[in-house]
């Protein structure tokens, strides 16, 4: 097997593949020569450079990689060209099984305006919404439409592309800006006008499909995000009642048959009362598919690999049963007291959690070089409990003892989110970060506060050689002079 990503994802295929007992090549770019995922894999291959189209986009490459290898199938992991249809295509073309839909089912998926348009015409709910619009019917379009509304890009995902407009005189400005990100990062720059929902709800549902079948699994919140893109993910969703859970599931269901769907796959929807509105279909392995993993004890890689190696998934079409609940943080090279700013630079240190019930998936080290050139996710925290409220200790115990030193990361924001009474309380939303930003401490009351305690702790270190609060050194890193005591 070919893995054709890096970081955290190539070493979670990798270990799936391992205990399947399938060979590995990995692919690498001259910043990733050291990275766990290399000397995981059986062998590597270097890519041309770092820059993205140098490196894991440069299919030609990629190909090259796999022909030397010897690998009969490339897993794409997620992001990157996961939900290229191009790539899929040049995979099938020569003669690779490509772990993932088809690409006529990537190609439909990946054009947001037409998988809206399959969805209403197998009566799966949809936000009122336009399809790809110029920007001399766009006025009259949202007028009828009514604010706020969202501008989406028609291509891609990941969050990129998509701004909310509030009034009018926003508009015009709105969709160049729009349109400029979705030509930069996919490469078209139609975009569409949908409904805005105050007050919604992100929820998700995992689909995995075969030619005999589709399987359902427990729903997601995903409420918990910043620029579109998810930072707190769990399974299932609080606060749900028994009637919309149903509904997401049999929409979920009516999704994945609309576009023909093949392989593992999640449907995205907004839930606003006790309405349920289509989104998209990411046609691919999701960032916060461990959840669902520790709530179901299915290995989704493991399923995948199946159904694109043997045509069959070892789950039975239908729904899946959970056990307990499950809550992932993502941890990211993002400074979260200055608007989630991506972050570069070199990790001090590292300390990652354990304990009953966590699970960490991780590729980060001491030494390594945070890149501008990639997502800036660094590790995966995911706590089980028999309830909600076992998770949520489990998962502020994980956090709490969690460093990594060096450069800004999003675990002080995850250490205020855990505690907050709304999310707590299950009440969160789609604005619940800009509780963060109107409530948070003043970044240097707080940073004062941590050089104090950094400053005790040096001077009279615990006896176990590391410091009893994990947490202060995150931030207090950050000083130049300070390292955190030797892990």
Request: proline share 8%; net charge neutral; hydrophobic share 45%.
């Amino acid at each position: 097997m070919l893995v054709a990503n890096r970081g955290e994802i190539a070493v979670r295929v990798i270990r799936t593949c391992r205990e399947m007992g399938l060979r590995v090549a990995a692919v690498y770019a001259p910043s990733d020569r050291n990275a766990p995922h290399v000397w995981l894999a059986d062998e590597a291959f270097p890519l041309p450079g770092d820059a993205p189209e140098h490196s894991y986009l440069h299919v030609r490459a990629l190909l090259d990689a796999a022909r030397r290898a010897g690998a009969p199938a490339v897993h794409p992991g997620y992001g990157f060209l996961s939900e290229s249809a191009a790539f899929a295509r040049a995979c099938r073309d020569a003669g690779l099984r490509f772990v993932g839909p088809p690409p006529e089912v990537l190609e439909l998926c990946g054009d947001k305006a037409a998988a809206r348009a399959a969805m209403a015409a197998a009566g799966v709910p949809v936000l009122p919404g336009t399809g790809p619009v110029d920007d001399h019917d766009a006025p009259e379009l949202a007028g009828r439409l009514g604010f706020p509304l969202l501008v989406k890009a028609a291509a891609g995902g990941g969050g990129k592309g998509i701004h909310l407009v509030r009034e009018p005189g926003q508009l015009q400005a709105t969709l160049r800006l729009a349109r400029g990100e979705a030509r930069a990062a996919f490469g078209d720059d139609r975009v569409y006008l949908e409904r805005w929902v105050e007050g919604a709800r992100h929820v998700e549902v995992q689909v995995l499909a075969d030619r005999s079948g589709v399987v359902v699994f427990p729903e997601r919140d995903c409420s918990v995000q910043r620029r579109h893109q998810k930072l707190i993910e769990e399974s299932p969703a609080p606060s749900l009642s028994r009637r919309v859970r149903e509904r997401l599931q049999r929409a979920a269901e009516a999704a994945a048959r609309a576009v023909g769907y093949i392989n593992a796959g999640t449907v995205e929807f907004l839930v606003g009362a006790d309405e349920i509105y289509f989104l998209e279909v990411n046609a691919r392995l999701q960032v916060e598919h461990p959840v669902t993993e520790m709530v179901t004890g299915v290995d989704l890689v493991a399923e995948q690999l199946r159904v694109a190696l043997e045509g069959r998934a070892g789950v039975p079409p239908g729904e899946v049963s959970a056990r307990g609940w499950a809550i992932e943080c993502r941890v990211g090279a993002e400074d979260p007291h200055e608007g989630f700013l991506p972050a570069a630079g070199r990790i001090e240190g590292v300390w990652l959690p354990g304990g009953p019930g966590i699970r960490v998936d991780a590729a980060v080290y001491p030494g390594m070089e945070v890149s501008r050139h990639y997502d800036p996710l660094l590790a995966k925290i995911i706590a089980w409990g028999a309830d909600r409220e076992e998770a949520l200790g489990r998962l502020r115990r994980a956090v709490d003892e969690t460093v990594i030193a060096g450069i800004p990361t999003t675990l002080p924001f995850h250490a205020w989110a855990l505690r907050e009474p709304a999310f707590t309380a299950g009440r969160h939303d789609t604005g619940f970060v800009a509780r963060w930003e109107a409530r948070r401490p003043d970044p240097e009351v707080e940073r004062a506060a941590l050089l104090a305690a950094v400053a005790a702790s040096v001077a009279s270190p615990p006896p176990s050689a590391r410091p009893t609060a994990p947490s202060r050194w995150v931030q207090a890193a950050r000083v130049e002079g300070l390292r955190p005591w030797p892990l």
